[in-house]
């Protein structure tokens, strides 16, 4: 079998010199918009697969992906940047605010009791009006946090940084699900303040697998020990931009 990318005469389903499978088909409008959906945003490769690991088993599907089973898993931070994406939009099309938009309103109204105007810095803007990638900028700093509060077991700020994408994807889906529930019921705090609960539970149980050879309330001791950090942290970094 001649391989139509590189030329290269092999056998089986793929080219061993370029690795293209020797199925191409004529480009049609059909395979035309699974190619696209695949290059943009991933879903051939396990996004539903991820999210599905995500809901039953959370900590040990992280795991499992850190330790090298990760042929079907969605990367990282595709998974999160999708699925903060699609909250964004869902607040964006039920005229509801993010979480992170409700923070910046609270920083910036106590800021101006203290004399300061945050509310017009064009940096406070921006992080507001993209989600994503406001969300993507967090994560180094909440990971930072969680490598400290859970030092000497074994994991590099890197793969915090893993830990702390998938998680963060996940929670997106409790975000975007409420914010539903909250326009439909009208009572959009109150279904706020339940995804965050959720949220927070669910890290607790993402963490608490990954960890499974810890003891369970220590394990909660250093995720709040990481909350507490990743505050003041953020406050610092916050403080130094505005």
Avoid at 64 to 75: I, P
Avoid at 87 to 112: E, M, N
Avoid at 189 to 201: C, F, H, K, M, Y
């Amino acid at each position: 079998m001649e391989c139509k990318n590189c030329g290269n005469n092999f056998e089986g389903k793929f080219c061993n010199q370029c690795g293209q499978s020797i199925r191409v088909d004529k480009l049609t409008f059909r395979n035309f918009l699974e190619e696209l959906s695949d290059s943009i945003f991933q879903v051939n490769h396990g996004l539903f697969y991820t999210i599905k690991c995500m809901f039953l088993s959370p900590g040990h599907s992280i795991r499992a992906f850190l330790d090298g089973q990760r042929k079907g898993h969605f990367k990282p931070i595709a998974f999160v940047l999708t699925l903060s994406t699609v909250y964004f939009l869902v607040s964006q099309f039920s005229d509801s605010a993010t979480l992170i938009d409700d923070f910046f309103s609270g920083y910036s109204d106590g800021g101006k009791e203290r004399g300061f105007t945050t509310k017009e810095s064009p940096i406070i803007t921006w992080l507001s009006d993209n989600y994503a990638y406001t969300t993507l900028l967090l994560i180094p700093i909440f990971s930072l946090a969680s490598y400290i509060s859970f030092l000497g077991l074994d994991r590099n700020y890197l793969e915090h940084i893993v830990i702390n994408a998938f998680i963060t994807g996940q929670q997106a889906i409790f975000y975007s699900f409420f914010t539903v529930v909250g326009v439909l019921s009208k009572h959009e705090d109150i279904s706020a303040l339940i995804a965050v609960t959720i949220s927070i539970v669910f890290n607790c149980w993402a963490f608490i697998q990954f960890y499974n050879g810890e003891k369970k309330g220590w394990v909660i001791l250093r995720l709040f020990l990481t909350y507490f950090l990743f505050y003041i942290l953020f406050l610092i970094a916050l403080l130094l931009v505005t």
